[in-house]
């Protein structure tokens, strides 16, 4: 495997990691990506091709013969090398050698390792000096890489806890004496944003208090007693020197979720609500293991001069913390303290002879500073070298040599008059909509792959397109809204491509760090643009299906032969290839009404969604099944539907009132012990989630939301209270594979479909590891959407259900979701409720 780990690995790319030189949390064990690049293959700045790869003496000083711009190279780095003077200069400004991570510059002080310039390595290779480059010297068309064997599949992680950054830094030094493959700081900043993050939340499992710091010790072996009792002496000895005072250990699976919190980090610090942000600037410095308490403490002085709280996290066994100032780069004050807070940390950074770029390069934050940091003499050599491989400086100019000022071409303009956006949703939790979109700080977690697991963001994974993700509709829209000279700003024809193919699942709501909900955006979005263009005839008839599923109804055989028409779905814009749903002979609200009703005291409100009414009539009579077998009784009342369609095609002022209906008739109703119940997860999490955008009484809205369950959620929460029992259920033995409708994952979880299809005593459920389904509510009918819709059922949902044995049985909750598996591979999934009512005995 490749050793160098970083943070970003699901969705990194190869050349980023050489152009920048990563390393990773294993770097203390693996290196760093210059020490596994093998060979660069490339475009020189004439257009002629170059191979730089290991070379003898006698090798190199051929190459510096050759009539060519790659014969210049050499030589020129021959030249420049060989002068003892230049070599001393080297030696006694670049960073300590004791320093692995070290970025600054290019990386001239590698080649002096080589016997040429009075080394002791026999051989010597010019794709170190690119490795790290960041793109300013040589196109890469192919690296060849140096893999490396696989740790040892067993491992602990000790999770200290500290009430001090400083203690944990003295502990760090202790614990590098241990052979550990990791050493990963998290501090209480981080800690605390993980808190209301709904996909980290529950990664939370092994913190007990309030702890300053976190570090995560890592040790490893070929069997877990030896790993757990390498674990035992690393405790022993924190104990000893009273160092910490929590040290649980972490194995298993459980692992993994540990890495997802700290992989976290920079998405998290996105996550903090208001202009002020953790900022990129000082977060990559680096300096020897046994300096960095020290370094550390002087560090925060110059944050304690202004008044900072920084944020300290990352890589503490490597002499590298992610160091963050928390900025409004929007204000003048700020912007200035940015660069003074920068210059005094490279100052200090140069005291104890660290690097000031450890990982992420040099950029434009830094560059200004390499002067600084490796001398005036030396920066001349650097630009001497650019100089030689890229004389017209056609390679990502303004980087490393010539850099642009750090504090020029922001983000934001300086003291700009904050653009007020008038919105019918509600976002005062993000300050706005326009700060909601600001909270995208480009991680690009949204281009992670589905080997990744998660469904952010489908629509990516199906065109492989950067406008196709999160952060490209967050940041077109901030964009947009910030710059706009139109009345409306969200009156553009750009904003429309962008979130044209947004399948609003809301992976993005839970699984991006800063939970940027781009389906509340597109909603708002459309809403407002729809107001200023008009709105289309389908998307009319889409949004208002009710009414129409209403009159349809009434003769409902006709009704489903003539949507399936050639003509109806040519008319309606959708696609051939789709079949559309059928209406039931009879609603599901007309069948209630003629049935014998329970008398038990125990009330379960049950929302009769407008897709379970109309269309999946028969699992919500085994709703009603079930609960009344189970003790309950399950009530209807009159109320609106869910207005998800609504919602979706941004039919706001509509979605509002819907939400004001219910709301106003679920709240003397709703409480913790009669419940609100709903069959359709995009349904009933409408009343989590974007009633409290829009109903007028949100103190309502958030109450009802609170007691308000998917079917699944409920009855679970009365087995783990022993009211419901295993014994109600058949012994017969079933195998199970559950596909999580999105909304779920996002708002609710697949656990509890999974734990209520356990409570049959042998049935053996699994969850899928599977994305979006594809078709989102209308988007897979639209026929310019048919083919991505499928694209998307392909990245991870079809071939699982293809490759599944017909015995066993495919369980989706969502009704699009079992379309969409039909639609694409001719089986027939089952919601929840229906195989626990086969079930019953």
């Known amino acids: 495997f490749f050793g160098p780990n970083t943070s970003t690995s699901n969705r990194c790319m190869i050349g980023g ?35 730089f790869k290991e070379l003898t003496s006698k090798e190199f000083k051929l190459k510096t013969q050759e009539q060519s711009l790659e014969g210049k190279i050499y030589a020129s780095i021959y030249n420049e090398l060989s002068q003892e003077q230049v070599q001393q200069e080297i030696k006694s400004q670049f960073p300590k050698p004791s320093i692995h991570r070290r970025n600054t510059g290019y990386a001239v002080d590698e080649l002096l390792a080589s016997d040429l310039f009075g080394g002791l390595e026999a051989t010597i290779n010019i794709a170190k000096l690119l490795s790290g480059s960041e793109g300013t010297l040589v196109f890469s068309t192919a690296i060849t890489l140096q893999l490396d064997i696989v740790q040892p599949k067993e491992s602990v992680i000790v999770a ?35 808190k209301n993050n709904r996909e980290q939340s529950k990664n939370r499992f092994f913190i007990q208090g309030d702890p300053e710091a976190i570090l995560m010790f890592e040790v490893s072996a070929n069997s877990i007693e030896e790993a757990q009792n390498k674990a035992d002496k690393l405790i022993a000895d924190l104990d000893n020197k009273n160092f910490g005072y929590h040290h649980p250990k972490v194995i298993g699976e459980d692992i993994k979720r540990m890495f997802d919190l700290r992989k976290a980090g920079l998405g998290l610090l996105g996550n903090i609500i208001g202009d002020k942000k953790a900022v990129a600037c000082i977060e990559d410095t680096a300096v020897d293991l046994n300096d960095l308490p020290n370094y550390i403490e002087e560090f925060t002085k110059i944050m304690d001069k202004y008044q900072q709280k920084a944020v300290y996290y990352a890589h503490a066994g490597a002499g590298e913390l992610h160091l963050r100032p928390i900025l409004n780069l929007k204000k003048s004050e700020d912007v200035s303290l940015f660069r003074k807070i920068t210059t005094e940390t490279a100052l200090l950074v140069k005291k104890y002879g660290g690097s000031f770029s450890g990982e992420h390069g040099d950029g434009i934050v830094r560059a200004e500073f390499i002067p600084l940091m490796i001398g005036e003499t030396n920066y001349q050599l650097l630009r001497r070298i650019k100089k030689t491989f ?11 040599t010539d850099a ?39 991680s690009g977690d949204c281009r992670k792959p589905a080997s990744a697991g998660g469904a952010m963001c489908p629509s990516y994974r199906a065109t492989k397109d950067e406008k196709d993700t999160t952060r490209a509709r967050a940041n077109t829209l901030r964009e947009f809204l910030t710059n706009s000279e139109q009345a409306n700003k969200f009156n553009h024809q750009e904003l429309k491509e962008v979130f044209d193919l947004c399948l609003s699942c809301k992976a993005c709501a839970s699984e991006c760090p800063s939970n940027v909900d781009v389906a509340a955006l597109k909603s708002e979005f459309l809403y407002q643009y729809q107001e200023e263009n008009g709105y289309s005839f389908r998307n009319s008839m889409f949004a208002n299906n009710v009414k129409y599923n209403k009159i349809g109804s009434l003769v409902p055989g006709l ?5 399936n028409t050639y003509l109806t779905k040519s008319i309606m814009g959708i696609s051939l290839k789709r079949s559309v749903p059928k209406l039931t002979p009879k609603t599901l609200k007309a069948w209630y009404k003629k049935q014998t009703h329970s008398s038990s005291q125990k009330i379960v409100y049950v929302f009769c969604d407008e897709f379970t009414n109309f269309y999946d009539t028969d699992i919500g009579k085994d709703t009603i099944t079930v609960l009344k077998r189970l003790g309950y009784n399950p009530t209807f009342i009159n109320h609106s539907e869910s207005g998800r369609s609504f919602i979706s095609k941004g039919f706001l002022k509509e979605a509002k009132v819907i939400a004001n209906k219910n709301v106003a008739i679920f709240k003397e109703l709703i409480t913790e012990q009669t419940p609100l119940v709903g069959i ?21 809205a958030t109450i009802i939301s609170k007691n308000t369950f998917t079917i699944e959620e409920f009855i679970l929460k009365e087995f783990e209270k022993g009211t419901i029992r295993t014994n109600q259920f058949s012994t017969e033995k079933k195998l199970i594979k559950i596909h999580g409708h999105c909304h779920q994952k996002a708002l609710s979880s697949t656990h509890a479909t999974f734990s209520i299809l356990n409570i049959p005593k042998n049935y053996k459920p699994t969850i899928m590891n599977t994305g979006c389904c594809g078709m989102a509510g209308s988007f897979g009918y639209e026929k310019e959407h048919y083919k991505v819709s499928m694209q998307v059922g392909e990245d991870t949902l079809f071939p699982k259900i293809r490759n599944t044995s017909k015995e066993i049985e495919i369980v989706a909750a969502g009704t699009s979701c079992r379309h969409q598996i039909y639609d694409g591979t001719k089986r027939i999934a089952k919601h929840p409720i229906t195989v626990l009512r086969e079930a019953l005995v």
């Open 17 to 51: 990691m050489v152009g920048n030189n990563s390393s990773g949390s294993t770097s203390i064990r693996y290196g760093v990506t210059r020490d596994k690049v093998l060979q660069i293959d490339g475009v020189l700045s004439d257009g002629s091709l170059v191979c």
């Open 160 to 194: 200290s806890h500290f009430k001090s950054i400083n203690e944990s830094l003295k502990a760090t030094v202790l614990a590098m004496n241990h052979e550990l493959f990791t050493c990963e700081l998290m501090d209480k900043v981080i800690l605390d944003c993980t």
């Open 390 to 400: 890229d004389p017209n400086n056609i390679f990502n100019q303004g980087k490393i």
């Open 404 to 442: 642009f000022p750090m504090d020029k071409s922001l983000r934001y303009d300086i003291d700009r008059n904050e653009p007020e956006i008038k919105t019918i949703q509600d976002f005062s939790d993000n300050q706005g909509i326009l700060k909601l979109a600001e909270k995208c700080n480009g």
């Open 559 to 563: 009704t489903n032969l003539v949507l």
């Open 680 to 700: 359709e997860p995009s349904a009933i999490l409408t009343f989590r989630d974007e009633y409290i955008r829009l109903a007028d009484d949100v103190n309502s």
